[in-house]
């Protein structure tokens, strides 16, 4: 029996990292015992796996012998499909949720956007049942919408009764009198998620937003993320649109995938204004900006710039299984 460490690279996340619960539950099968990585027992670990998801978070390497996985280590190794398909090792905390994915990939090329560029088009990935262990479930696809697959797992979870949480954001444009109705019989765990990005995207935000009042989606709460790339001025119309429309925006001021930071304290400030709610709902911009006057926005690398400069592509997966 061996005994086997995790280690995530980025512990102040909110959800707990997908693959470490996966490769828990393969060691566990094996009959290994499996705990968090704790530096002073570094040199008594069998196999220390650490998983990093984004590229421009500093973190502490651990030590010992480490297999290293994830986008911010390493933007081309996976899992193998005998680990991927495992059911996550939910035991490892209290869980509330289950997490997983119904599809992976994207049929977008944004280019800031990671996803296309290391997962490629939209596919089916799994069945609902594959992961869920809970009444509640958080989805982390990039644009399940935009799947045959994934519209007919929406309708699967809608019979099961499980409540949803789409966490990345569901694409307004694919949102039709159709679909609007299968989101509508959905239990929620959370806001219904959107995604604004751009400008052009805000008559899609209106359309999607209408068809969902008009199917009696609830909850009737809607989070909308926003990238910021540039400056307030070319940001505000949106943010205004949104509220108007009595929706909660979510900025996220864009940041290198070379772990440079770009942002702006103009930038930081406007994300803090509009994402502490109590404050964004009673006090204007006007009045809580920053005095002092601000440079100019500078520009990181984009993914494929990124992917260019730094990364050499592999098929290795995370680890062998020629045990």
């Given amino acids: ?8 690279a980025e512990q102040n996340t909110k959800y707990s990292n997908l693959a470490l619960l996966k490769l828990a539950a393969y060691h ?7 705990e968090s990585y704790v530096p002073l027992f570094a040199d ?9 998801i984004f590229t421009f978070k500093k973190s502490n390497k651990p030590t010992g012998n480490v297999k290293f996985g994830g986008t911010g280590y390493n933007l081309w190794n996976t899992l193998p499909d005998e680990i991927e398909h495992l059911c996550p090792e939910y035991t490892l905390h209290p869980f509330e949720y289950s997490l997983g994915f119904l599809t992976r990939g994207c049929p977008n090329n944004c280019k800031w956007c990671i996803v296309p560029k290391k997962e490629g088009d939209i596919r ?7 992961f869920l262990r809970h009444k509640n479930v958080v989805l982390m696809d990039n644009n399940v919408l935009a799947s045959d697959h994934g519209i007919s ?7 099961l009764g499980v409540k949803v949480d789409f966490n990345q954001g569901l694409d307004a444009r ?6 609007a109705k299968r989101l509508a019989a959905l239990k929620w765990l959370s806001p219904i998620r959107l995604a ?7 008559k899609h935000i209106l359309k999607a937003v209408r068809l969902l009042r008009w199917h009696n989606a609830r909850p009737a709460r809607y989070f ?3 990238l910021m790339k540039g400056t307030v001025e070319e940001i505000m119309e949106r943010v205004q649109f949104l509220k108007g429309l009595y929706l909660e925006p979510f900025i996220q001021p864009f940041i290198s995938f070379d772990g440079v930071d770009v942002r702006t304290k103009e930038q930081r400030s406007f994300a803090r204004w509009v994402n502490h709610t109590a404050v964004f709902n009673s006090v204007l911009w006007e009045e809580y900006k920053p005095t002092k006057k601000e440079n100019k926005p500078k520009y990181g690398l984009l993914p494929q710039e990124y992917i260019e400069k730094h990364c050499k592509l592999s098929e290795e997966p995370l680890i062998p299984l020629t045990e």
């Fill in 153 to 159: 797992q929406i309708e699967k979870l809608s019979k």
């Fill in 196 to 202: 604004c990005d751009t400008d052009a995207q805000m």
């Fill in 174 to 179: 694919l949102i039709d009198h159709g679909i």
């Fill in 1 to 8: 029996m061996g005994r086997i460490a995790l280690h995530d």
């Fill in 224 to 226: 909308v993320y926003c």
């Fill in 124 to 130: 089916s990935h799994a069945d609902i049942d594959e």
């Fill in 44 to 52: 008594q670990y069998d196999i220390v796996y650490s998983s990093k």
């Fill in 28 to 34: 566990k099968i094996k009959g290994d015992s499996v």
